[in-house]
């Protein structure tokens, strides 16, 4: 038999006060005294009192639920972002339900008509790299379902997004790279209709450019997995004058690289340099450590939260779509030279 889960009427009956004044007891409510406020927390601590979540949503009409679409979980970049949510959603009340793509179009639509069926009060998401068409995260909008874009940011709809100043963190990377003497830099890196790939490959011309060196389209090549850094970097080194640096979108890319390089006999980074982009842990694992461009990922996953909480709280006020932009830092490790002495 189910047990008799303890209500705020039981705490008030077995203090001799009411309910609304246990209540507010629980929300250190300035009416209620010190002491009262002590006794009924004790008692709820003793007793094991827990708020009825399903009263809760029924009576602020609310499920204190916010859903959080990734493309994949085992990034170490998403796992982080998730990390930032999760802080900030618990110390505001809410739960978090995490979906994965798995970087498929179908199935994030899939699951953008599964939370337009369940009661969520807001989504958090960051598009797969094959989603081109965007009608079904427009739905939930149109339905007046709050939602905030991260890292991954759709530009054709009109919605708070959270991004990494992707250009200047690639700039960086890059100049680095051509002040510690490279000159041929290959760039491996994402599809170009997702802006982390456009902003990142458009940093890497910049910086190429700045100092003059022209950029060869032979150099840049869509690769941004580990996978495929293994398959293209062997042909891009036997190419008649091979890079001497490559960066990578992503840390997973530059392992790949590292590994294929290793594999064909080039020092690392006497030979070739390479910088990777995410800085995860991974980076640190590598032989030598991966220098790279950390992008916070915790801070940006804070930041989205608090976004959308501004819009859970506040709806009424409809005011302008917002984009923040988290910084990034250039993090130097074994596979670059040391810039030389002045």
Known sequence: MKSHQVTIKDIARELGVSPSTVSRALKDHPDISPATRHQVKELVEKLKYKPNAVAL???SRRSYIIAVVVPEIVHYF??????????????AGYNVMIFQ????YEREVHIAQLLASNQVDGVLVSISKTTKNFSHLRELINEGLPLVFFDRACEEIEADKVVV????????????LIKTGCRRIAHFGAPQHLQIGYQRKRGYI??????????DEAL????????EALKLTPEIMRLDNPPDA?????????????????????????DVSIIGFTNGMVATVTDPEMSSVDQHASDLGKKAMEMLLNRIDAPELNHPAITETI????VLRGTTRPLPLS
């Open 57 to 59: 949503s029924l009576r």
């Open 78 to 91: 998403f796992s982080s972002v998730i990390s930032g949510i999760e802080d900030v959603a618990i110390n």
């Open 101 to 104: 793509s798995n970087e498929k």
């Open 165 to 176: 100043d992707d250009f200047v963190g690639a700039f960086n990377a890059v100049e680095h």
């Open 206 to 215: 910049s910086a190429l450019e700045k100092h003059r060196i022209e950029p």
């Open 220 to 227: 840049m090549v869509k690769c941004d997995t580990h996978d």
């Open 246 to 270: 490559i960066f990578a979108v992503n840390d997973l890319t530059a392992t790949g690289a590292l590994k294929a390089l290793k594999q064909m006999r080039f020092r690392i980074p006497e």
């Open 327 to 330: 910084s990034t830092e250039l």
